[in-house]
Structure formats: structure tokens, C-alpha cells
């Protein structure tokens, strides 16, 4: 029985890393594509380090994949919002998806570049001056 638990959980680990690389291909900008690699990536590893517990039961085996599972959780999130920070404060331009399409950005009220007064970058904006 953990025979065909664990193949399933691989085949569905496998999938959602496949579903990863694919938003990571076809997504339009940064933001998506880093969206689509941590949240069905995340999932994807955690689903094939549960397989491995599920059919190699030893203590030792089930106890890495508690770290790993772990790792995963704490990391992936805070490395895609400082990727995200880094590349808004940069200016990367949204794509609004797969279709291309601009979309708003409600946070930079039309202005690229630095944040107006924002100093610790060592670039000034003078377009509020």
C-alpha cells in the first residue's frame, strides 16, 4: 500500500514541478514567473520529499524530510518577495499575465525608478521637486 501511496505522491509532485517550469516559460513578467516557481514548486518538492518518507520509512528519512518540508516553507516565500521587492524597486515593467495585456500599478502611481525621496538605493528622484 505505501508502494501506491508514494507513486501517486510522486506523480503529483512531478506534475506540479512540471506545472512550475511552465508558468516559469509562460508567464509574461517576473512577478508571475516567480509566483508560479515558488508556490507549484514549493509544493511540487514537498510532495516528492513526502514519497520518499511514505516509501522508505526509516527514522532518519522521515526526519530530513521534516527539514527539508521545512527549509522550503520558511525559504521560498522570503526569497520571492525580495526578488519581487528588488525588481518593482528596479522598475520592472508588468505584463498582466499570459495575454500580454499592461496592467496598473497601484504602488508606483505612474512613476519608474526609484521611490520619490527613497535615498538607501543611492539614487534620488527629482521628478516630485
Do not use: C, Q, Y
Amino acid at each position: 500500500m505505501s508502494e501506491l501511496i508514494g507513486s501517486v505522491l510522486v506523480l503529483l509532485g512531478a506534475a506540479f514541478a512540471a506545472v512550475a517550469g511552465l508558468g516559469v516559460l509562460r508567464f509574461g513578467d517576473v512577478f508571475l514567473r516567480m509566483h508560479a516557481a515558488t508556490k507549484a514548486g514549493t509544493l511540487g518538492v514537498g510532495l516528492l520529499a513526502i514519497a520518499a518518507a511514505v516509501m522508505m520509512p526509516a527514522d532518519t528519512v522521515i526526519a530530513r524530510t521534516v527539514l527539508v518540508i521545512a527549509f522550503l516553507l520558511l525559504t521560498a516565500p522570503v526569497a520571492a518577495h525580495l526578488v519581487g521587492r528588488a525588481a518593482w524597486r528596479n522598475g520592472t515593467p508588468l505584463t498582466g499575465g499570459v495575454d500580454g495585456k499592461d496592467v496598473v500599478d497601484e504602488w508606483r502611481d505612474g512613476r519608474r525608478g526609484p521611490i520619490a525621496g527613497d535615498t538607501r538605493s543611492g539614487v534620488t528622484d527629482h521628478s516630485t521637486d
